[in-house]
Structure formats: C-alpha cells, structure tokens
C-alpha cells in the first residue's frame, strides 16, 4: 500500500524554521511520497508522545529540546553519542533512533574559512556541546564562555577552557561562533558589549548559529570588516545529512543539496 511519510521539526520557538521548506523542496522536486511539517513543543518531556501522536516517521529538532530529544531515544548512532545531543530522530519500526547532524554540518559551513586551530564558543547549549566535541576530534582548541556558571563543567571535562563572563581572560582566535539564541528573537548581544568587542577585535572570522537574519553580534563583526557567516550553510549542511538519514539513502546526495540549496532562494 502507498503510504505518505511525514516528518516535522519541533522546536519552541519554531515559527521561524526554514526546515519544511528545505525538506519539501528535496520531496516534492525528487517525487519522494512525503511531507515535512513544524510542531511547536513547549514541553520537551512530550515529544516522543508527540512524535507517536502525529506517527512521525522522523523528526529535527531544534532549541531547546535537543538534550530532550536524546533522553526521548530508544538508541543513539554515530556522533550523537559522544555529545548527548540529538537534532534528527528516525522511526525505525517504532524504535526512536536519534542522530546527531548539526557538528559536521558546521565544519562543512566553515570549509571556506581554512584551517582552523583555536575557537572561542559562546554560549554552552546543546549546540555549543556538538561543536566542542567535533572541534576537538580535530585537534582545534575551544574556549567556552557562558552567561551562567551551571553548564560549564561539562565542557571542562571534555578539555575546553571555561569562562563565565564574570571569569573571561581573552586569547587569540581563529573563530569565534555565536552559538547562544541572542539575537534570535530579540536584539540582544550573546555577552556584555565589553567582552563581545575584546573578542571581535581578537579574532580572524566569526560565525552565527542564527541564521536568516544579521545578529547584533554579526553586525558588529560587520562594522569591524571581519570576514562572518550566519548560520545558514550550517542550516543547509546538517539538513542534507538529516534528509540522507529520512530517506535512508534512497535519494542521492547531490541532489538533496542541490534541492536544499534552491529552496533558500524561496
Ligand atoms: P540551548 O537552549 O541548548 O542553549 C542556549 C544557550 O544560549 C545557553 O548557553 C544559554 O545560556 C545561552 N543564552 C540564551 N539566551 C541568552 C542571552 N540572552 N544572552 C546570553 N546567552 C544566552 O540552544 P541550542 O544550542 O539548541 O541553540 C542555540 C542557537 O543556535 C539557537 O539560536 C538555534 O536557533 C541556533 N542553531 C542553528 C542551527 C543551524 O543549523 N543554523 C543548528 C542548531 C542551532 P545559559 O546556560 O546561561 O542559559
């Protein structure tokens, strides 16, 4: 029997994710039988009730649900594990399997930048976790700052330097990546203008995990001429991942990315 499959993203926020565009562009271009929605999720205790309810056969998920999303799991794949972060959900016969495709998709947003070897994150979510772990596999050191002290331990154990705002000694970056939500549905800067300045002037690039719009943050690298990127390849590189893992390798993957691709211009 013909069955449509359909996917969605939970996130709270959610209203601004440019995720069922992407997907249903890769779908409907490449006549692959489904429908990618968004599901707005205050409560991520609920989301594999939710998942069940809608009968998902997979899932994104975005803030702040992704530390959720791995405890929601009945088992974790590949780098998920190592982070306990998980952003793509598969059902697989009704098991919740939970992946992890947000880190690669940033080193592939950050290609152009060269060679990396010193990172300042700011920021300590499940998203600063992922791109700690994957900066670290390639032997690129990571300074962590954050606004509070609760999260950070974790971070130090892995091998990062750790900064409360109150604690921050500034370095020498070759990047420095915005990985808090300020800026996504407010005009804040991800730290006191003070420590934002030290570091912009530190720095050789800057990237955003915001994507869509110009963060405080980015306006400022902007008016310091430092070369930034938004989040919008590290968007595009973890949903060709994610829609790889969707439809189990059925489409090609220079076609999801072409697709993935040319619904940005939507
Ligand atoms: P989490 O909720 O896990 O973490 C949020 C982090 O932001 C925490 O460290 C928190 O600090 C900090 N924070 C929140 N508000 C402020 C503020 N006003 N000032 C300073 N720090 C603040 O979020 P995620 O890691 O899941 O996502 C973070 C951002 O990255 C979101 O904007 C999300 O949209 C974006 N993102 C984009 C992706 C893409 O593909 N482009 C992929 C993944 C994420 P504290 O610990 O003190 O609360």
Request: net charge neutral; proline share 3%; with cysteine.
């Given at each position: 029997m013909f069955t449509k499959q359909l996917f969605a993203i939970f996130g709270d926020p959610v209203s601004h994710s440019r995720s069922p565009l992407m997907?249903?562009?890769?779908?409907?271009?490449?006549?692959?039988?489904?429908?990618?929605?968004?599901?707005?999720?205050?409560?991520?205790?609920?989301?594999?009730?939710t998942f069940f309810a809608l009968d998902l056969s997979g899932a994104n998920i975005t803030?702040?649900?992704?530390?959720?999303?791995?405890?929601?799991?009945?088992?974790?794949?590949?780098?998920?594990?190592?982070?306990?972060?998980?952003?793509t959900i598969v059902n697989e016969n009704g098991k919740l399997i939970g992946y992890n495709t947000d880190a690669d998709g940033f080193m592939f947003a950050i290609k152009?930048?060269?060679?990396?070897?010193?990172?300042?994150?700011?920021?300590?979510?499940?998203?600063?976790?992922?791109?700690a772990a994957r900066f670290l596999q390639d032997d690129i050191q990571?300074?962590?700052?954050?606004?509070?002290?609760?999260?950070?331990?974790?971070?130090?154990?892995?091998?990062?330097?750790?900064?409360?705002?109150?604690?921050?000694?500034?370095?020498?970056?070759?990047?420095?990546?915005?990985?808090?939500?300020?800026?996504?549905?407010?005009?804040?800067?991800p730290a006191p203008k003070n420590i934002i300045n030290?570091?912009?002037?530190?720095?050789?690039?800057?990237?955003?995990?915001?994507?869509?719009k110009v963060t405080p943050f980015l306006k400022l690298a902007e008016e310091k001429n430092i070369t930034y990127k938004d989040g919008a390849d590290m968007l595009l590189g973890q949903g060709v991942l994610a829609n790889e893992l969707f439809v189990n390798s059925k489409l090609q993957k220079a076609d999801i990315s072409m697709f993935m691709q040319k619904s940005f211009e939507l």
């Amino acid at each position: 029997m013909f069955t449509k499959q359909l996917f969605a993203i939970f996130g709270d926020p959610v209203s601004h994710s440019r995720s069922p565009l992407m997907h249903n562009c890769v779908f409907k271009n490449l006549n692959y039988p489904a429908t990618y929605t968004r599901v707005h999720l205050k409560d991520g205790s609920k989301l594999k009730e939710t998942f069940f309810a809608l009968d998902l056969s997979g899932a994104n998920i975005t803030v702040p649900h992704k530390e959720a999303a791995f405890e929601a799991c009945d088992a974790i794949r590949g780098f998920a594990q190592k982070v306990g972060v998980v952003n793509t959900i598969v059902n697989e016969n009704g098991k919740l399997i939970g992946y992890n495709t947000d880190a690669d998709g940033f080193m592939f947003a950050i290609k152009e930048f060269g060679a990396i070897k010193n990172v300042l994150i700011l920021g300590a979510g499940g998203t600063a976790k992922a791109l700690a772990a994957r900066f670290l596999q390639d032997d690129i050191q990571v300074g962590i700052i954050n606004r509070s002290q609760s999260r950070l331990p974790y971070f130090k154990e892995l091998g990062c330097e750790t900064f409360t705002w109150d604690s921050f000694k500034v370095s020498k970056y070759d990047l420095v990546v915005n990985t808090t939500s300020a800026g996504l549905k407010d005009e804040e800067l991800p730290a006191p203008k003070n420590i934002i300045n030290a570091v912009l002037e530190n720095t050789s690039f800057v990237a955003d995990a915001i994507y869509g719009k110009v963060t405080p943050f980015l306006k400022l690298a902007e008016e310091k001429n430092i070369t930034y990127k938004d989040g919008a390849d590290m968007l595009l590189g973890q949903g060709v991942l994610a829609n790889e893992l969707f439809v189990n390798s059925k489409l090609q993957k220079a076609d999801i990315s072409m697709f993935m691709q040319k619904s940005f211009e939507l």
